[in-house]
């Protein structure tokens, strides 16, 4: 058995890669019409991305090259989708947030968030978890998570320590008080002294589980919140511009934020609920305790706080510079079209309800801000500089050179958006967006609420395996299609269900910032797969609730637009 089981490991790619073509060709021989070619390409795509067997960036260009062959599309139809006005976008706000990384900006808006909340283990964990949530709302998910968690791991190595040496300096008032306690039958005394050791040991293992979790979580929950935060959003955006291009910037930075924000400070709560349920106990009056050994342990927590923070000295010039460039692009990115009041947009770049600039405007102009603006002080004192002085160039280096950038940047993720808008565009074409819809007509008979929930749930457990981005990418055109179908507002659905692809918190492997987490050995995968099903659980109830109350309101929910309309899009 097990050399089977070792030959079919050691043959898997092979047999994925070469044999799956294979044994699907037989449904494009047999049935030639044009939307079974496309979903031919799509089921070899959604195989080659859940299993990894080739880099899912380099399965994201298979339309560029399957489309023309299988005559879906030609290859300029195909190629213009790769680079559109989302995946500008995300490109931009990935560009900034390289240059907040490189001048460790996020850093210091982590440190002086956790000061600021406290160092009892409640509030610690809380401090953590908002400032995690809030960092990943603007740069990667993976790049928050892998400078929160070795911040976390010298917190709690400072506070072990402390703990120690508070064990060693009342070793006296133990001694007296197990003297006291001579009294008492000695196997008596071994055994209490055994289970409080017992009982501490669990305590410090749930402490280091629990503060590494709520960082990877936060992480997750917190990139669901703005528009750019995580691939699902850009792709929703992407996908709403290609299959409903009348829908008018109906999602834009400032209506996802309105809509979003709110539930994922609801996710942030009840997480951080769960997290103290399941691994303090609900022990509030332990963790805010007084006691001598709490205060030390605070202390100790506190100063290695306060130590790295004085660590990233003053406030330097460049960061000055990266945070008015930062809260430029998030001014400008409220104001552009709010909604509720006539922006900028307005002013002169709106003509017969066309608006010329758009999100992706507002970024790419602060991204090449950053490349202009300078990352030290020019230098006006011409007549006493130093002969050195007077070689270097007057105009200082900019907050980013290409070099460093195009080394940040992930790349791949802008191929696998562009590769799923070749997708979309290809289902549209080929008439299988069509075919699905009708296919799913019977849905019409369940309800709305039903339909939201257990798509939710569908997408939860489906990330958990596959990269978020290609689970929005693959099902996002199949809901659009139900939705037009069943005669259904197609944000009702495709709203929770992006939000629902973030939800991966069962598995190391389910996405980057568990997998940073795992690798400091302090949780086992029985540990993630019990908390983040109650996870799941609890984010896809949020975003259910989201929907059908502020979501509802905002979106107009219950009812069926005219730009989600087939013949209106038509014509």
């Not at 917190?222 to 792709?235: C, I, R, S, Y």
């Not at 996802?256 to 303090?280: E, V």
């Not at 050195?388 to 907050?399: A, G, H, N, R, V």
């Not at 939800?503 to 568990?514: C, E, G, K, S, Y």
């Amino acid at each position: 058995m097990a050399s089977a089981l070792s030959y079919v490991s050691k043959f898997k790619s092979f047999v994925i890669l070469f044999v799956s073509p294979l044994l699907l060709l037989p449904l494009v021989i047999l049935m030639p019409a044009k939307f079974v070619r496309c979903a031919y390409v799509i089921i070899i795509m959604a195989i080659y991305w859940c299993t990894d067997v080739i880099p899912v960036a380099v399965t994201s260009l298979m339309p560029v090259l399957l489309f023309p062959l299988f005559q879906i599309l030609d290859s300029k139809e195909v190629c213009v989708q790769y680079m559109k006005d989302t995946n500008m976008l995300f490109l931009g706000s990935l560009i900034v947030a390289v240059a907040v990384e490189r001048w460790n900006l996020h850093k210091r808006i982590a440190l002086r968030t956790l000061l600021w909340v406290g160092a009892k283990p409640a509030r610690l964990m809380l401090g953590f978890m908002v400032a995690t949530a809030l960092l990943s709302m603007w740069i990667s998910n993976t790049a928050t998570t892998a400078m929160m968690v070795p911040i976390v791991e010298a917190v709690l190595q400072q506070m072990e320590a402390t703990n120690a040496a508070s064990e060693a300096s009342l070793g006296a008032l133990e001694l007296v008080d197990k003297g006291k306690a001579g009294q008492l039958p000695e196997n008596q005394v071994t055994f209490e002294d055994l289970t409080m050791e017992k009982q501490e040991d669990r305590d410090k293992k749930n402490m280091c589980k629990a503060m590494n979790l709520c960082v990877c979580y936060a992480a997750s929950i917190g990139g669901t919140a703005t528009l750019t935060g995580t691939g699902p959003n850009v792709v929703l955006l992407g996908q709403m511009n290609e299959l409903f291009p009348d829908s008018k910037d109906l999602v834009n930075f400032a209506s996802w934020f309105g809509f979003a924000f709110p539930n994922m400070l609801l996710m942030l709560l009840l997480s951080w609920l769960w997290l103290q349920c399941i691994y303090m106990r609900f022990n509030f009056k332990k963790s805010c305790s007084c006691g001598i050994q709490s205060r030390n342990k605070e202390k100790a927590a506190y100063e290695v706080l306060q130590e790295e923070y004085k660590k990233l000295g003053p406030l330097s010039f460049a960061e000055v510079n990266v945070l008015v460039c930062f809260l430029l692009l998030i001014a400008l990115w409220f104001s552009r079209d709010p909604g509720f009041m006539p922006g900028w947009v307005s002013i002169a770049w709106m003509e017969d309800k066309k608006m010329y600039a758009s999100d992706a405007t507002v970024a790419i102009f602060v991204a090449i801000l950053l490349f202009i603006v300078p990352s030290r002080k020019p230098k006006f004192n011409f007549c006493t500089q130093t002969e050195e002085e007077m070689k270097t160039p007057f105009y200082p280096p900019p907050l980013l050179d290409w070099k460093a950038t195009q080394e940040k940047v992930p790349w791949g993720i802008v191929l696998l958006l562009g590769g799923g808008f070749a997708v979309a565009k290809g289902c549209e074409a080929s008439g299988l967006s069509e075919w699905m819809g009708k296919q799913m007509e019977p849905l019409s008979s369940v309800s709305p609420a039903a339909i939201t929930l257990i798509l939710s749930l569908l997408i939860a457990v489906t990330t958990e395996c596959t990269s978020n981005v290609a689970t929005t990418t693959l099902f996002l055109p199949i809901f659009a299609s139900m939705s037009r179908s069943i005669g259904l507002n197609p944000l009702y659905v495709m709203l929770p269900c992006t939000l629902s692809a973030s939800f991966a918190f069962m598995l190391p492997v389910a996405t980057p910032p568990n997998a940073i987490v795992f690798a400091y050995g302090h949780l086992k995968v029985s540990d993630m797969a019990k908390t983040g099903l109650m996870m799941n659980v609890i984010g896809v109830l949020c975003v259910f609730l989201s929907v059908n109350t502020w979501g509802r309101v905002m979106f107009d929910l219950d009812h069926f637009p005219d730009w989600a309309n087939v013949t209106h899009i038509k014509t």
